[in-house]
């Protein structure tokens, strides 16, 4: 990682020169040793640090297509056996079961439901969840609607990754989704929800249209690397507004379906009253057991009750807040 020093012009902060000097000469290294003490850091690597990425402008337009007050953005991480062992080298039958759920079970009860309600919805795959299991793509494409986008190769833990395997594994990954489904993805999701120092260059470098991973805001906004605009979209998460944490039976904080439907159900009222964004994420091995897919429909049935609302992929988002914002 290299150190970027922020220049400061305040003329309140003062540092001998020789002192000065010595910072500019410091390795990161240097500072990055000191890990159990931060509040000895210096301001300049603070600010490195946090500044990797951030959140630039809101992107939110006036209004979204059609003179809707909201955008819905239904999203599916489709991870099946990638997360119950696969990119741990973990290997056990069961929680393998498990995974092929996924696919063999849920996946099509959810395609179904969308499709008997016309909505469009994205699909983000670690390569190997497809290349298992290939026969997903045709069932997600067979309306339409849908989107298909990349969510790593095995869900590997991108953040303990050196850079070029990083680029690699997201490079033959996009590649082999395009090769089984007919489509490049243009939209990332990091696995895990997290970016290493590199993830963000590595998305720029592979001209990817958006980036789906992040909680900076609520809104759509642009990426800043470094202090500097990307052009990058990012359409931001959050764990309230995930299956996963709350419907693992064997977790502590495991919720009624119902109760999480009304969680939604809330932030989705709320997002209709800002006129912004209301983005959902999900998982075909969680959402689509049985007692879950009655809080999908829920959802949706509220949804739908409210005049004025959008439905549709991140790559339709991602292009319309581009176009508005003329990042293009």
């Given amino acids: 990682m290299k150190l970027r020093l922020r220049h400061c012009s305040d003329a309140s902060i003062t540092m001998p020169r020789f002192i000065m000097a010595l910072?500019?000469?410091?390795?990161p290294a240097a500072f990055a040793q000191n890990t159990t003490e931060p509040w000895n850091w210096s301001d300049e690597y603070v600010f490195s640090q946090v500044n990797q990425v951030r959140a630039g402008r809101d992107?939110?337009?006036d209004s979204w297509p059609g003179g809707a007050r909201v955008a819905v953005l239904l999203s599916f991480d489709v991870d099946n056996e990638t997360i119950q062992g696969l990119r741990t080298g973990e290997i056990n039958i069961g929680p393998l079961s498990q995974g092929q759920y996924g696919s063999r079970v849920a996946l099509p009860r959810v395609v179904s439901l969308l499709d008997e309600q016309s909505i469009p919805a994205t699909f983000f795959f670690p390569a190997w969840s497809?290349?298992?299991?290939?026969e997903q793509a045709a069932l997600i494409q067979q309306s339409g609607r849908h989107e298909i986008g990349v969510h790593g190769w095995i869900h590997e833990m991108n953040t303990a990754l050196d850079g070029a395997t990083e680029a690699r594994l997201l490079r033959q990954a996009i590649d082999e989704i395009e090769a089984i489904s007919g489509v490049r993805p243009v939209g990332f999701r990091a696995p895990s929800w997290n970016h290493s120092e590199n993830t963000l260059q590595i998305v720029r470098d592979l001209g990817l249209l958006?980036?789906?991973s992040l909680m900076h805001d609520d809104r759509p906004y642009e990426l800043l690397q470094d202090g500097e605009p990307t052009g990058v979209v990012e359409l931001p998460v959050e764990w309230i507004l995930d299956?996963?944490?709350?419907?693992n039976p064997l977790g502590a904080r495991y919720m009624n379906p119902r109760?999480?439907?009304?969680?939604w159900i809330?932030?989705?009222d709320a997002a209709w009253e800002e006129g912004t964004l209301f983005l959902l994420t999900m998982h075909p091995h969680i959402i689509g057991h049985r007692s879950r897919m009655v809080a999908l429909q829920g959802l949706i049935e509220h949804i739908k009750s409210k005049d004025d609302v959008w439905f549709a992929t991140h790559e339709q988002a991602?292009?319309?807040v581009r176009e508005r914002a003329n990042l293009d």
Avoid: C, G, N
């Avoid at 910072?23 to 390795?27: N, Q, T």
């Avoid at 497809?130 to 290939?134: A, G, T, V």
């Fill in 59 to 61: 992107l939110t337009p």
């Fill in 243 to 247: 299956d996963a944490p709350l419907f």
């Fill in 266 to 268: 809330d932030e989705f």
């Fill in 23 to 27: 910072v500019l000469f410091i390795s």
């Fill in 130 to 134: 497809l290349k298992l299991s290939p």
């Fill in 318 to 320: 991602a292009r319309y």
């Fill in 259 to 263: 109760d999480i439907m009304q969680v």
């Fill in 210 to 212: 958006y980036e789906s």
